[in-house]
Protein backbone atom coordinates (compact mmCIF):
# COMPACT_ATOMS: atom_id res chain seq x y z
CA UNK A 1 0.00 0.00 0.00
CA UNK A 2 1.14 3.57 -0.80
CA UNK A 3 2.07 6.12 1.49
CA UNK A 4 -0.19 8.84 2.64
CA UNK A 5 0.61 12.47 1.90
CA UNK A 6 -1.70 15.12 3.07
CA UNK A 7 -2.13 18.52 1.35
CA UNK A 8 -4.21 22.11 2.03
CA UNK A 9 -6.13 22.17 -1.60
CA UNK A 10 -7.65 25.02 -2.37
CA UNK A 11 -8.68 23.69 -5.90
CA UNK A 12 -6.36 26.23 -7.56
CA UNK A 13 -3.08 26.04 -10.35
CA UNK A 14 -0.85 25.44 -7.25
CA UNK A 15 -2.39 22.79 -5.28
CA UNK A 16 -4.00 20.82 -8.16
CA UNK A 17 -0.06 21.06 -9.48
CA UNK A 18 1.17 19.77 -5.97
CA UNK A 19 -1.55 16.43 -6.10
CA UNK A 20 -0.31 15.14 -9.20
CA UNK A 21 3.81 16.20 -8.02
CA UNK A 22 2.86 13.94 -4.97
CA UNK A 23 1.12 10.64 -6.82
CA UNK A 24 3.59 10.73 -9.63
CA UNK A 25 7.23 11.76 -8.19
CA UNK A 26 6.53 10.95 -4.56
CA UNK A 27 4.19 7.94 -5.14
CA UNK A 28 1.69 9.11 -2.75
CA UNK A 29 -1.79 9.08 -2.02
CA UNK A 30 -3.23 11.94 -1.86
CA UNK A 31 -5.89 13.15 1.60
CA UNK A 32 -7.04 16.62 0.24
CA UNK A 33 -8.16 19.65 3.01
CA UNK A 34 -10.34 22.03 2.15
CA UNK A 35 -10.46 24.82 4.88
CA UNK A 36 -13.51 26.87 4.66
CA UNK A 37 -12.47 30.59 5.98
CA UNK A 38 -14.91 32.57 3.78
CA UNK A 39 -13.00 31.72 0.41
CA UNK A 40 -16.15 32.00 -1.26
CA UNK A 41 -15.52 28.48 -3.73
CA UNK A 42 -18.44 26.41 -3.76
CA UNK A 43 -16.94 23.47 -1.73
CA UNK A 44 -18.78 20.82 -3.61
CA UNK A 45 -16.91 22.14 -6.83
CA UNK A 46 -13.44 22.00 -5.06
CA UNK A 47 -14.25 18.50 -3.81
CA UNK A 48 -15.21 17.22 -6.88
CA UNK A 49 -11.56 18.61 -8.87
CA UNK A 50 -9.74 17.02 -5.89
CA UNK A 51 -11.78 13.60 -6.82
CA UNK A 52 -10.87 14.64 -10.46
CA UNK A 53 -6.89 14.69 -9.37
CA UNK A 54 -7.38 11.05 -7.87
CA UNK A 55 -7.11 12.21 -4.72
CA UNK A 56 -7.89 9.40 -2.34
CA UNK A 57 -9.86 10.99 0.18
CA UNK A 58 -10.94 14.96 0.21
CA UNK A 59 -11.55 16.67 3.35
CA UNK A 60 -14.24 19.51 3.78
CA UNK A 61 -13.87 22.08 7.42
CA UNK A 62 -16.08 24.70 7.76
CA UNK A 63 -13.79 27.02 9.63
CA UNK A 64 -15.16 30.48 9.41
CA UNK A 65 -16.66 30.83 12.43
CA UNK A 66 -13.16 30.20 14.04
CA UNK A 67 -11.16 32.23 12.31
CA UNK A 68 -13.28 35.11 12.92
CA UNK A 69 -13.10 34.38 16.71
CA UNK A 70 -9.35 32.88 16.94
CA UNK A 71 -7.55 35.46 14.11
CA UNK A 72 -9.89 38.18 12.95
CA UNK A 73 -11.38 39.61 16.53
CA UNK A 74 -7.58 39.33 17.84
CA UNK A 75 -6.23 41.24 14.67
CA UNK A 76 -8.73 43.94 15.21
CA UNK A 77 -7.97 44.54 18.76
CA UNK A 78 -3.95 45.08 17.60
CA UNK A 79 -5.31 47.48 14.54
CA UNK A 80 -3.43 45.04 12.70
CA UNK A 81 -1.73 46.76 9.24
CA UNK A 82 1.09 45.25 8.04
CA UNK A 83 3.05 48.05 6.96
CA UNK A 84 0.50 50.72 7.89
CA UNK A 85 -1.75 48.96 4.98
CA UNK A 86 -1.98 45.20 5.06
CA UNK A 87 -4.86 43.57 7.07
CA UNK A 88 -3.28 40.23 7.18
CA UNK A 89 -6.09 38.40 5.63
CA UNK A 90 -3.85 35.15 4.12
CA UNK A 91 -1.13 36.10 7.03
CA UNK A 92 -4.12 35.03 9.45
CA UNK A 93 -5.86 32.17 7.73
CA UNK A 94 -2.82 30.24 7.25
CA UNK A 95 -2.16 29.41 11.04
CA UNK A 96 -5.66 27.96 11.03
CA UNK A 97 -5.52 26.16 8.03
CA UNK A 98 -2.08 24.13 8.49
CA UNK A 99 -3.54 23.54 12.25
CA UNK A 100 -6.81 21.71 10.75
CA UNK A 101 -4.36 19.83 8.49
CA UNK A 102 -2.36 18.61 11.48
CA UNK A 103 -5.12 17.12 12.99
CA UNK A 104 -6.36 15.36 10.38
CA UNK A 105 -2.55 13.95 9.33
CA UNK A 106 -2.67 12.57 12.99
CA UNK A 107 -6.44 11.10 12.00
CA UNK A 108 -5.20 9.57 8.80
CA UNK A 109 -1.82 8.78 10.06
CA UNK A 110 0.14 10.39 7.19
CA UNK A 111 3.65 10.01 6.13
CA UNK A 112 3.75 13.27 4.55
CA UNK A 113 2.61 16.89 4.73
CA UNK A 114 2.79 18.99 2.02
CA UNK A 115 1.95 22.38 0.86
CA UNK A 116 1.73 24.53 -2.78
CA UNK A 117 3.54 27.70 -1.58
CA UNK A 118 6.41 28.73 -3.64
CA UNK A 119 9.80 29.67 -2.03
CA UNK A 120 9.35 33.65 -2.95
CA UNK A 121 6.36 34.27 -0.84
CA UNK A 122 5.30 34.21 2.93
CA UNK A 123 2.76 31.71 2.88
CA UNK A 124 5.81 28.90 2.94
CA UNK A 125 7.30 30.81 6.33
CA UNK A 126 3.35 30.86 7.33
CA UNK A 127 2.84 26.71 6.39
CA UNK A 128 6.37 25.69 7.62
CA UNK A 129 6.59 27.30 10.94
CA UNK A 130 3.00 25.91 11.87
CA UNK A 131 3.64 22.29 10.94
CA UNK A 132 6.70 22.21 12.46
CA UNK A 133 5.38 23.30 15.96
CA UNK A 134 3.20 20.17 15.90
CA UNK A 135 4.54 17.93 13.65
CA UNK A 136 8.08 15.99 12.89
CA UNK A 137 6.79 14.73 9.67
CA UNK A 138 8.37 15.95 6.24
CA UNK A 139 7.16 18.80 4.22
CA UNK A 140 7.09 18.29 0.37
CA UNK A 141 6.55 21.79 -1.12
CA UNK A 142 6.64 20.52 -4.94
CA UNK A 143 6.55 24.53 -6.05
CA UNK A 144 9.81 25.59 -3.84
CA UNK A 145 11.38 22.17 -4.51
CA UNK A 146 11.51 22.35 -8.27
CA UNK A 147 11.61 25.91 -8.48
CA UNK A 148 8.40 26.13 -10.43
CA UNK A 149 7.45 29.30 -12.02
CA UNK A 150 3.71 30.30 -13.06
CA UNK A 151 4.12 29.49 -17.17
CA UNK A 152 5.26 25.94 -16.31
CA UNK A 153 2.63 24.95 -13.75
CA UNK A 154 0.40 26.11 -16.58
CA UNK A 155 1.82 23.82 -18.86
CA UNK A 156 2.01 20.92 -16.42
CA UNK A 157 -1.66 21.66 -15.68
CA UNK A 158 -2.59 21.65 -19.53
CA UNK A 159 -1.14 18.19 -20.04
CA UNK A 160 -2.65 16.55 -17.14
CA UNK A 161 -5.90 18.05 -18.20
CA UNK A 162 -6.11 20.05 -14.99
CA UNK A 163 -8.63 22.81 -15.70
CA UNK A 164 -7.62 26.17 -14.64
CA UNK A 165 -10.24 29.65 -14.42
CA UNK A 166 -9.10 32.58 -16.62
CA UNK A 167 -9.10 35.08 -13.26
CA UNK A 168 -6.13 32.39 -12.40
CA UNK A 169 -4.43 32.88 -15.64
CA UNK A 170 -4.11 36.50 -15.00
CA UNK A 171 -3.42 37.04 -11.39
CA UNK A 172 -3.00 35.16 -8.46
CA UNK A 173 -5.80 35.24 -6.42
CA UNK A 174 -5.74 34.68 -2.19
CA UNK A 175 -9.41 35.19 -0.58
CA UNK A 176 -10.97 35.06 2.61
CA UNK A 177 -13.46 36.79 5.12
CA UNK A 178 -10.79 38.99 5.58
CA UNK A 179 -9.67 40.20 2.35
CA UNK A 180 -8.53 39.14 -1.45
CA UNK A 181 -4.96 39.47 -2.31
CA UNK A 182 -4.59 40.04 -6.00
CA UNK A 183 -1.04 39.43 -7.23
CA UNK A 184 0.87 38.97 -10.39
CA UNK A 185 0.31 39.56 -14.02
CA UNK A 186 0.08 43.13 -14.92
CA UNK A 187 0.22 44.22 -11.46
CA UNK A 188 4.11 43.09 -11.28
CA UNK A 189 4.82 46.47 -12.62
CA UNK A 190 4.58 48.71 -9.68
CA UNK A 191 3.53 51.75 -11.81
CA UNK A 192 -0.01 49.78 -13.55
CA UNK A 193 -2.70 50.73 -12.60
CA UNK A 194 -4.75 47.55 -11.62
CA UNK A 195 -7.93 47.03 -14.15
CA UNK A 196 -11.28 47.63 -12.38
CA UNK A 197 -12.36 44.00 -13.36
CA UNK A 198 -9.45 43.06 -11.19
CA UNK A 199 -11.39 43.67 -8.32
CA UNK A 200 -14.70 42.40 -7.56
CA UNK A 201 -15.85 42.86 -3.63
CA UNK A 202 -15.40 46.39 -4.24
CA UNK A 203 -17.19 48.79 -6.57
CA UNK A 204 -14.95 51.09 -8.75
CA UNK A 205 -17.91 52.40 -11.02
CA UNK A 206 -21.19 54.02 -10.86
CA UNK A 207 -20.64 54.69 -7.02
CA UNK A 208 -23.69 55.99 -5.09
CA UNK A 209 -24.03 59.83 -5.26
CA UNK A 210 -25.31 59.76 -1.70
CA UNK A 211 -23.09 58.94 1.35
CA UNK A 212 -23.46 55.38 3.00
CA UNK A 213 -23.02 55.22 7.01
CA UNK A 214 -22.03 52.81 9.03
CA UNK A 215 -22.54 52.60 12.97
CA UNK A 216 -20.44 50.03 14.66
CA UNK A 217 -20.98 48.73 18.42
CA UNK A 218 -18.10 47.60 19.77
CA UNK A 219 -17.53 45.29 23.21
CA UNK A 220 -14.42 45.03 24.53
CA UNK A 221 -12.63 45.53 21.57
CA UNK A 222 -14.75 42.95 19.86
CA UNK A 223 -17.59 44.46 17.30
CA UNK A 224 -20.87 43.17 17.85
CA UNK A 225 -23.30 45.12 16.26
CA UNK A 226 -23.29 47.18 13.52
CA UNK A 227 -26.50 49.58 12.09
CA UNK A 228 -28.12 48.43 15.02
CA UNK A 229 -28.17 44.47 14.39
CA UNK A 230 -26.39 42.11 16.49
CA UNK A 231 -24.91 39.69 14.29
CA UNK A 232 -23.03 36.47 14.58
CA UNK A 233 -19.04 36.83 13.75
CA UNK A 234 -19.32 35.82 10.92
CA UNK A 235 -22.31 37.11 9.21
CA UNK A 236 -20.90 40.57 10.92
CA UNK A 237 -17.92 40.60 8.79
CA UNK A 238 -19.39 39.52 5.68
CA UNK A 239 -22.46 42.34 6.49
CA UNK A 240 -19.83 45.10 6.26
CA UNK A 241 -17.69 43.81 3.76
CA UNK A 242 -20.75 44.16 1.22
CA UNK A 243 -22.14 47.25 2.47
CA UNK A 244 -18.52 48.99 2.35
CA UNK A 245 -17.49 47.60 -1.01
CA UNK A 246 -20.84 49.03 -2.27
CA UNK A 247 -19.57 52.23 -1.49
CA UNK A 248 -16.58 51.79 -3.40
CA UNK A 249 -14.24 51.33 0.28
CA UNK A 250 -11.37 48.57 0.68
CA UNK A 251 -8.88 48.66 -1.99
CA UNK A 252 -5.54 48.72 -1.08
CA UNK A 253 -2.68 48.83 -3.15
CA UNK A 254 1.41 48.85 -1.95
CA UNK A 255 4.92 47.65 -1.86
CA UNK A 256 5.32 45.14 0.43
CA UNK A 257 8.58 43.81 2.09
CA UNK A 258 8.19 39.94 2.25
CA UNK A 259 9.66 37.78 4.77
CA UNK A 260 12.17 36.60 2.29
CA UNK A 261 13.22 40.13 1.42
CA UNK A 262 11.44 40.64 -1.91
CA UNK A 263 9.63 43.93 -2.33
CA UNK A 264 6.53 43.07 -3.63
CA UNK A 265 3.45 45.17 -5.22
CA UNK A 266 0.14 43.88 -3.26
CA UNK A 267 -3.28 45.06 -4.45
CA UNK A 268 -6.02 44.03 -1.87
CA UNK A 269 -9.89 44.32 -1.27
CA UNK A 270 -10.67 44.89 1.78
CA UNK A 271 -13.39 46.55 2.86
CA UNK A 272 -14.51 45.38 5.85
CA UNK A 273 -11.15 45.16 7.71
CA UNK A 274 -10.22 48.82 6.51
CA UNK A 275 -13.98 49.65 8.17
CA UNK A 276 -13.62 48.03 11.36
CA UNK A 277 -10.05 48.67 12.07
CA UNK A 278 -10.37 52.34 11.06
CA UNK A 279 -13.70 52.16 13.71
CA UNK A 280 -11.56 50.00 16.39
CA UNK A 281 -8.39 52.58 16.38
CA UNK A 282 -10.52 55.68 16.63
CA UNK A 283 -12.73 54.44 19.78
CA UNK A 284 -9.29 53.67 21.00
CA UNK A 285 -8.15 57.03 21.15
CA UNK A 286 -10.99 58.04 23.03
CA UNK A 287 -11.00 55.32 25.74
CA UNK A 288 -7.33 55.29 26.22
CA UNK A 289 -5.17 57.33 27.84
CA UNK A 290 -2.20 59.44 26.17
CA UNK A 291 -0.12 57.14 27.38
CA UNK A 292 -1.64 54.03 26.44
CA UNK A 293 -2.01 55.26 23.11
CA UNK A 294 1.34 56.14 22.24
CA UNK A 295 2.57 52.53 23.43
CA UNK A 296 -0.08 50.22 22.15
CA UNK A 297 0.47 51.55 18.58
CA UNK A 298 4.37 50.01 19.02
CA UNK A 299 2.55 46.65 20.17
CA UNK A 300 0.33 46.36 17.59
CA UNK A 301 3.11 47.03 14.94
CA UNK A 302 4.96 44.04 16.45
CA UNK A 303 2.01 41.97 16.87
CA UNK A 304 1.43 43.07 12.80
CA UNK A 305 4.80 41.98 11.96
CA UNK A 306 5.48 38.79 14.05
CA UNK A 307 1.60 37.47 12.32
CA UNK A 308 2.76 38.54 9.24
CA UNK A 309 6.40 36.84 9.38
CA UNK A 310 4.46 33.27 9.99
CA UNK A 311 5.50 33.64 13.62
CA UNK A 312 2.08 33.26 15.28
CA UNK A 313 3.45 30.46 17.70
CA UNK A 314 5.86 32.56 18.72
CA UNK A 315 5.63 33.23 22.28
CA UNK A 316 6.40 37.12 22.46
CA UNK A 317 2.99 36.98 20.26
CA UNK A 318 1.19 35.43 22.91
CA UNK A 319 3.02 37.76 25.38
CA UNK A 320 1.69 40.48 23.35
CA UNK A 321 -2.07 39.17 22.74
CA UNK A 322 -1.65 39.49 27.11
CA UNK A 323 -0.72 43.21 26.75
CA UNK A 324 -3.38 43.45 23.94
CA UNK A 325 -6.04 41.87 25.39
CA UNK A 326 -5.50 43.19 28.64
CA UNK A 327 -6.14 46.54 27.11
CA UNK A 328 -9.53 46.31 25.91
CA UNK A 329 -11.55 46.36 28.96
CA UNK A 330 -12.60 49.96 27.97
CA UNK A 331 -12.87 49.83 24.67
CA UNK A 332 -16.53 49.33 24.32
CA UNK A 333 -18.74 51.72 22.71
CA UNK A 334 -20.09 53.10 19.20
CA UNK A 335 -18.09 54.15 15.93
CA UNK A 336 -20.20 56.43 13.28
CA UNK A 337 -18.48 55.96 9.66
CA UNK A 338 -19.25 57.64 6.80
CA UNK A 339 -18.76 56.04 3.57
CA UNK A 340 -18.13 58.10 0.55
CA UNK A 341 -17.06 56.97 -3.04
CA UNK A 342 -14.22 55.07 -1.74
CA UNK A 343 -13.21 57.52 1.12
CA UNK A 344 -13.98 56.47 4.81
CA UNK A 345 -13.79 58.69 7.47
CA UNK A 346 -15.32 58.52 11.28
CA UNK A 347 -17.79 61.22 12.10
CA UNK A 348 -19.10 60.19 15.84
CA UNK A 349 -17.87 58.57 18.29
CA UNK A 350 -19.23 57.90 21.63
CA UNK A 351 -18.44 55.43 24.97
CA UNK A 352 -19.30 55.40 28.59
CA UNK A 353 -15.38 54.51 29.57
CA UNK A 354 -14.88 57.56 26.78
CA UNK A 355 -11.76 59.98 28.76
CA UNK A 356 -13.25 63.39 26.74
CA UNK A 357 -14.68 65.33 28.66
CA UNK A 358 -17.08 68.50 27.08
CA UNK A 359 -16.22 70.18 30.36
CA UNK A 360 -12.81 70.61 30.23
CA UNK A 361 -11.93 70.52 26.40
CA UNK A 362 -15.01 73.02 25.50
CA UNK A 363 -13.35 76.50 24.54
CA UNK A 364 -16.85 78.55 25.65
CA UNK A 365 -17.21 79.85 29.20
CA UNK A 366 -18.35 77.04 31.10
CA UNK A 367 -15.03 75.08 31.03
CA UNK A 368 -13.82 73.52 34.28
CA UNK A 369 -10.14 73.72 33.35
CA UNK A 370 -8.57 76.63 34.82
CA UNK A 371 -6.03 77.96 32.08
CA UNK A 372 -3.78 79.36 34.51
CA UNK A 373 -2.79 75.87 35.74
CA UNK A 374 -1.13 75.33 32.41
CA UNK A 375 1.42 78.24 32.66
CA UNK A 376 3.73 75.80 35.40
CA UNK A 377 2.96 72.94 33.77
CA UNK A 378 4.33 74.03 30.21
CA UNK A 379 7.42 75.80 32.19
CA UNK A 380 8.10 72.04 33.67
CA UNK A 381 7.31 70.56 30.10
CA UNK A 382 9.78 72.01 27.99
CA UNK A 383 12.34 73.20 30.71
CA UNK A 384 15.41 70.58 29.60
CA UNK A 385 14.48 71.39 26.33
CA UNK A 386 14.49 75.16 26.36
CA UNK A 387 17.63 75.31 28.59
CA UNK A 388 19.47 72.62 25.85
CA UNK A 389 18.91 75.60 23.04
CA UNK A 390 20.43 78.34 24.94
CA UNK A 391 23.43 76.22 25.64
CA UNK A 392 23.23 75.03 21.88
CA UNK A 393 23.21 78.54 20.38
CA UNK A 394 26.32 79.64 22.22
CA UNK A 395 28.36 76.49 21.07
CA UNK A 396 30.69 77.82 19.20
CA UNK A 397 29.94 77.08 14.94
CA UNK A 398 31.66 74.04 13.17
CA UNK A 399 32.42 76.52 10.37
N1 LIG B 1 1.20 39.41 0.37
C1 LIG B 1 0.14 38.84 1.14
C2 LIG B 1 0.67 38.00 2.27
O1 LIG B 1 1.79 37.62 2.23
C3 LIG B 1 -0.85 38.08 0.28
C4 LIG B 1 -0.42 36.79 -0.29
C5 LIG B 1 -1.46 36.24 -1.16
N2 LIG B 1 -1.13 34.94 -1.63
C6 LIG B 1 -1.38 34.55 -2.88
N3 LIG B 1 -1.09 33.32 -3.17
N4 LIG B 1 -1.85 35.35 -3.78
O2 LIG B 1 -0.03 37.71 3.21
Redesign the pocket.
Same mark, same amino acid.
Given at each position: MAQKGILAFSGGL?TSVVVKYLQEEHDLDVITVTVDVGQGEDHKKVAAKAKKLGVKKHYNIDARKEFVERFIFPSIKANALYQKK?C????LARPLIAEKVLDIAQKEKVTALAHGCSGK???QVRFDITLRSGSDLPIIAPIRDKNLDRTTELEFAKKHGIEIDTVAKRF???QNLWGR????GILEDPYNEPPDDAFIWVKTKNLPEKPTYLEIKFANGIPVEVDGKKLDAVRLIEYVNKKAGQAGVGIVDHI?D?VVGIK?R?V &?ETPAATCLIEAHTDLEKMVHTKHQNKFKSIIDDEWSYLV &?SGLWQDPLKQDLDGFIESSQYAVTGTVKLKLFKGSVRVVGRKSKYSLYSHDVATYDAESTFDQRMANGFVKLWGMQSTEANKLQKKRPSKT
Open positions: DYLATAGNDSIDAIEGERSE &Y &Y
